[in-house]
C-alpha cells in the first residue's frame, strides 16, 4: 500500500495515540528499557503451565493460505459513467476468464452492494444469458458448459455499484472500504473540489467492478469513463482514445496492456491541473488542483532522478508504459501504489509559502515510497496478504535507500532511527512474525511489522550479503518472477542462487520469527585484550536466540578505529579483541544496522568521543539522549552548544530540545545561541525547536522574538509562535493574531484556534464558525476541542449554534477522529451546561465504529 498518513500525521498511528489520551497514560515509550519484564497476558495463546505469556504475544489467530486459483481472470473491459446525486456507478463489465487448471462449470466472482441487472456469456454471434445466484457479496454464475484451461471464455455483466450501501468497514491503516468515493458530489460543500476517486487495496476493487478480488490474480485492463466535459480522468496505462458526446459528456478509455492484480485498479475522475514531464520517453503526469499547478513540480518533480536511480540500481528499467500521480481530496490512506497512477491524499499538495516548511520528511518520502512499489508489488506482487512484507517493507526500505541517494548519511541515519523506533513502539505491545501466516483480519497485516520492520530487516540483509550482491540479487527477482505473485521463499531463491549462501538462517529468524535481539553489551580491557562480552536478554521461550553478524569498532586514539567483524551465536557470548592500549571507545554496531534494543555500557568520556567522532547521526544522537540530563556539566554542555552548530538540522533541534531549561555552565551565552537559531537557523524545524525552547525557561523575557516569530515565513514557526503566545500573550499579541486570522493555512488556523480558546471571547465565536470550512480534515481534531474551549468562556445563550454544529460532526461525520475531536468540544461545555450529558451519552451509545468505541468505553 499507500503511505500511512493522513495529512501530515500517520493516521496509521492515530487510533493508538487517540486511545492513549482516553487512558490517560501519556506518550508512549519508544525504546522500553531491556530489563523490564512485560506484563501477563490474559490472551489465550499456548504456553505450559506454569509459564509467564509475554502480553506482546498475539492470541491464536487462524490460518490464511493464499486464495485457491480456479478461475484466472485474464483481461477487465470496463464502460462505466457517474451519477452523482445518488453517487452509484452505471457499469458494464466485459470479463476474460480461464480455468487455471481444472475445468470449470461455474465461475464465482466478487461484487460487493451491487445491482446485477444482466449476466451473458459473449459469443461470437449474439450473447447469451446466464444464470446466476447473487447475495450482494458473491456472485455465482453457472456457466453453459464445463470450460478447460485451454478455452477462455467471456462474460458480460451489466450493474449499478452502490457504494455507501455497503456496510461501513475499514482499519487503521484504510479507514474505509467501500472502493469507490464521490467527493462533494453535488458541489455544496465550500472550498471542496467535485471528485471521484478509487481504493483498492486490500479487497474493495470488487465493491465497483466485478471481479476475483485476491492479489494473486493478474489482468490486463480497459476503462471507459464518461464524465462532465469540464473534468479530466485517470486510471492504470495509457489514454487510448478521447471523444465527445452528443449530451455535452466525454469518454476516455485507459488500457493497461501488461497484467496487474485487481486491488491496483484505479480511477479518478475531477477538476486537476496536469503538469506533464518525461523519463526515457514515458509520460509523467502530476496531477493536482489547479491553484496548486505552479507548486506540483516542486513536489513530484524528482520522479524522473529517482526512476533514474533506481533503474540503475535495480538493473531493470521502470517496467510500465507511463506514471502518473494524483493528489485527491478526503483520500482514507496516505498514498496507494496503483499500477502507473498512485494516488496520494491532499497533503501533498502545498503552497509555495507550505514548501518553505518541506523537507523529506513531509511528502518526499512518500512519493519515493509509491515509486518504488512499481516494482516491488506491482511489477512483482505478493500471492497472499500473509506476503504483503514483500510489497511493503521493500516500499519502506526505498525511503532509506532515496535519502541515502540524494540527501545524505545523515539524513538515511535520521529515517533508520525513525523507523526502529516505530517498530519498537508497536513491538511493546505486539510481536509478529514480518510474514505470518495467521491473522484475524487481512488488514491486520499493515502494521508497523510489515513496514518498519520490515524495511530494517532489508536493510540488515544489504549490509550483509554488501552493495552488489544485494542489487544483482534484487534483479534477480524481479527478472525472474516479473508480472507474477510470490512468496518469500522466492525472495530467499533470487538471494540464496545470486550469493551462493544457504541464508535460511537468516530468513528464518527475521522474517519468519517474532521479536527482536535484546542486548546488553559490556567490556573489560586486559594485557592487549579487549573482552566483549555480548548478552542476549530477550525472552528466548516465544522469540528465537539471534545470529548476529556486527561490526565492532575499536578506538585506541583519535585517529581511525580498528573494526573487527564479529558473529553473535549464543545467548552469551564473549569475544577477544586486541588492542594496542586500554580503548578510548569500544563501539558495538559501529554501522548502526542492527534491528535491536541495545544497553551498551560505556563512561562519560567514552560517550563525549563517540559524539566527537561519530560515523552518522544515530551515534550523536544516542549520546545526546543519554547525556541530556547532565548539561550542567561543561564537558556535556560544551557537546551541546558543540551539536547547536552542527551542519545537520535534526542534531540541532535535538540539542535545542534537550536544553530545555537549562541552567548549566555560561547560561547567558547559551540562551543567545538558542535566540539566534530560534531567528536565523536556515531549517525552520530548528526555529520552532528554538522556540520552544525558550518558552520552557520561567524567567525569560522572549515576547519580542515570539513577535517576531509570528511574522515568520515559515507557517510552522508562525504557528509555533502563536501557541506559545497563547499561554503568555504579549500587549499587542492579540493585535498580531487578528492581522493574519484571515490565512488560508489550515495549520495556522489551528494555532490561532488555540490562541482564541485560552484569549478570545464573544468577539472570536463568529471566526470559528466561518473558518470551520477552511480547515483541513486532518486538523478538525485538534480545532473542535479549541472551539469547545471557547464556547465555556461565552455565555451559554450564545452557544447554540455552535452546540448544533459540534453535535452533527460527532454523529455523522464520516472519519471517526473527527468525531472524536467534536466529542471532546462539546465534553468541554458539560460544567456549565449539564444538559450535555445526556447528549454525550446518546452518541456514545448510537457510535458504530469499533475504534471509536474502544475509546469512549475508556472515559
Not at 478526503?330 to 491532499?346: P, Q, R, V
Not at 520528511?361 to 497472499?384: A, I, M, N, P, R
Not at 509570528?710 to 493585535?735: C, G, T
Request: glycine share 4%; charged share 25%; aromatic share 10%.
Amino acid at each position: 500500500m499507500k503511505y500511512l498518513i493522513p495529512g501530515l500525521t500517520g493516521l496509521f498511528l492515530l487510533f493508538n495515540t487517540l486511545l492513549a489520551d482516553a487512558q490517560s497514560s501519556g506518550k508512549g515509550v519508544l525504546r522500553p528499557p531491556i530489563h523490564k519484564k512485560p506484563e501477563p497476558a490474559v490472551a489465550s495463546a499456548p504456553a505450559a503451565a506454569g509459564l509467564t505469556v509475554p502480553s506482546w504475544l498475539p492470541a491464536d489467530a487462524p490460518l490464511q493460505p493464499a486464495a485457491s486459483m480456479l478461475t484466472d481472470v485474464v483481461d477487465t473491459k470496463l464502460d462505466v459513467r457517474f451519477d452523482y446525486k445518488k453517487q452509484h456507478l452505471l457499469g458494464t463489465a466485459i470479463l476474460t476468464l480461464r480455468a487455471h487448471f481444472y475445468p470449470q462449470t461455474e465461475l464465482v466472482l466478487d461484487a460487493k452492494g451491487f445491482d446485477v441487472q444482466k449476466v451473458e456469456l459473449v459469443g461470437e454471434k449474439k450473447n447469451k444469458n446466464l444464470n446466476y445466484n447473487y447475495n450482494r457479496r458473491k456472485l455465482v454464475i453457472a456457466l453453459d458448459h464445463p470450460y478447460p484451461r485451454s478455452t477462455p471464455y467471456q462474460v458480460r455483466i451489466v450493474y449499478v455499484a452502490k457504494p455507501n450501501e455497503l456496510p461501513q468497514g475499514g482499519s487503521a491503516a484504510i479507514t474505509n472500504d467501500k472502493g469507490l468515493y464521490f467527493i462533494n458530489p453535488l458541489g455544496l460543500e465550500r472550498n471542496k473540489p467535485r471528485q471521484i476517486w478509487t481504493q483498492g487495496e486490500t479487497e474493495s476493487s470488487s465493491c465497483w467492478f466485478p471481479t476475483i478480488d485476491k492479489p494473486n490474480q493478474r489482468m490486463t485492463q480497459e476503462i471507459s469513463m464518461t464524465v462532465e466535459s469540464q473534468f479530466k480522468t485517470l486510471s492504470n496505462g495509457l489514454l487510448t482514445s478521447s471523444h465527445a458526446n452528443s449530451d455535452g459528456t466525454r469518454t476516455d478509455t485507459w488500457k493497461l496492456t501488461e497484467p496487474h492484480a485487481p486491488y491496483l485498479a484505479t480511477m479518478v475522475v475531477g477538476d486537476f491541473a496536469v503538469i506533464s514531464d518525461s523519463w526515457h520517453g514515458k509520460p509523467l503526469d502530476y496531477y493536482v488542483e489547479p491553484q496548486y499547478a505552479g507548486t506540483a513540480r516542486a513536489v513530484f518533480g524528482h520522479t524522473p532522478e529517482m526512476l533514474d536511480f533506481f533503474s540503475k540500481k535495480l538493473g531493470v528499467e521502470f517496467p510500465w508504459p507511463k506514471y502518473a500521480q494524483v493528489a485527491v481530496r478526503d483520500y482514507i490512506s496516505g498514498a496507494m501504489e496503483n499500477t502507473t497512477a498512485s494516488t496520494f491524499g491532499s497533503f501533498v499538495q502545498a503552497s509555495k509559502r507550505e514548501l518553505l516548511d518541506a523537507n523529506y520528511q513531509t511528502s518526499e518520502f512518500v512519493v519515493v515510497h509509491e515509486l518504488f512499489h512499481q516494482w516491488f508489488g506491482d511489477y512483482v506482487t505478493c500471492e497472499s496478504w500473509s506476503n504483503l512484507p514483500l510489497n511493503e517493507s521493500f516500499a519502506d526500505y526505498s525511503e532509506y535507500l532515496w535519502a541515502e541517494r540524494k540527501y545524505g548519511d545523515d539524513e538515511a541515519s535520521l529515517i533508520q532511527e525513525m523507523k526502529i523506533n516505530n517498530y519498537l513502539e508497536e513491538a511493546v505491545s505486539k510481536r509478529e512474525p514480518v510474514i505470518r501466516y495467521r491473522y484475524v483480519n487481512r488488514e491486520d497485516m499493515l502494521d508497523r511489522h510489515s513496514y518498519d520492520k520490515g524495511g530494517r530487516v532489508l536493510h540488515m540483509l544489504h549490509k550483509y550479503v554488501g552493495d552488489d550482491a544485494f542489487y544483482a540479487s534484487l534483479n534477480r527477482y524481479l527478472t525472474q518472477n516479473k508480472l507474477s505473485a510470490v512468496e518469500i521463499s522466492k525472495l530467499r531463491d533470487a538471494f540464496e542462487e545470486t550469493t551462493g549462501e544457504d541464508l535460511n538462517w537468516f530468513f528464518d529468524q527475521w522474517f519468519m520469527r517474532r521479536g527482536h535481539p535484546e542486548l546488553r553489551i559490556s567490556h573489560t580491557y586486559t594485557n592487549g585484550q579487549v573482552a566483549l562480552r555480548v548478552q542476549q536478554v530477550q525472552d528466548t521461550i516465544f522469540q528465537p536466540v539471534y545470529r548476529l553478524p556486527v561490526t565492532v569498532a575499536v578506538w585506541t586514539g583519535s585517529n581511525q578505529p580498528t573494526e573487527h567483524r564479529i558473529t553473535i551465536t549464543k545467548a552469551d557470548q564473549t569475544f577477544q579483541l586486541p588492542a594496542s592500549q586500554k580503548p578510548v571507545l569500544v563501539k558495538f554496531d559501529n554501522e548502526t544496522q542492527l534491528l535491536a534494543q541495545i544497553e551498551e555500557e560505556r563512561t562519560q568520556d567514552e560517550l563525549i568521543f563517540q559524539y566527537y567522532h561519530a560515523r552518522n547521526y544515530q551515534q550523536k544522537a544516542e549520546v545526546m539522549n543519554q547525556l541530556q540530563n547532565k548539561t550542567d556539566q561543561l564537558s556535556v554542555s560544551s557537546l551541546m552548544r558543540n551539536a547547536l552548530n552542527d551542519k545537520f538540522w535534526n542534531v540541532r533541534r535535538l540539542a535545542l530540545e534537550h536544553l530545555r531549561g537549562y541552567r548549566g555552565p555560561e547560561p547567558t551565552a547559551m540562551r543567545k545561541d538558542i535566540v539566534r537559531l530560534a531567528s536565523a537557523d536556515p531549517n525552520s524545524r530548528v526555529r520552532v525547536q528554538a522556540l520552544k525552547t525558550l518558552s520552557a525557561f520561567p524567567d525569560g523575557s522572549y515576547g519580542e522574538v515570539y513577535g517576531s516569530a509570528v511574522a515568520d515565513s515559515s507557517i510552522l514557526v508562525s504557528a509555533a509562535a502563536i501557541e506559545i503566545l497563547a499561554k503568555r500573550p504579549e500587549v499587542n499579541s492579540k493585535q498580531q493574531i487578528a492581522a493574519i486570522e484571515n490565512t488560508r493555512s489550515s495549520t495556522l488556523l489551528v494555532a490561532i484556534a488555540k490562541f482564541y480558546s485560552l484569549n478570545g471571547r464573544l468577539d472570536q465565536y463568529p471566526w470559528f464558525l466561518r473558518r470551520l470550512s477552511d480547515v483541513a480534515e486532518t486538523d478538525l481534531y485538534a480545532y473542535f476541542q479549541a472551539f469547545g474551549a471557547l464556547m465555556a468562556n461565552i455565555p451559554p445563550v450564545e452557544r447554540d449554534k455552535g452546540l448544533k454544529v459540534l453535535e452533527e460532526y460527532a454523529r455523522t461525520y464520516p472519519r471517526y477522529e473527527v468525531r472524536l475531536g467534536a466529542y471532546h468540544g462539546l465534553a468541554l461545555l458539560v460544567p456549565s451546561t449539564p444538559g450535555l450529558k445526556a447528549t454525550l451519552q446518546n452518541i456514545r451509545e448510537k457510535e458504530t465504529d469499533d475504534k471509536l468505541k474502544a475509546i469512549y468505553n475508556l472515559m
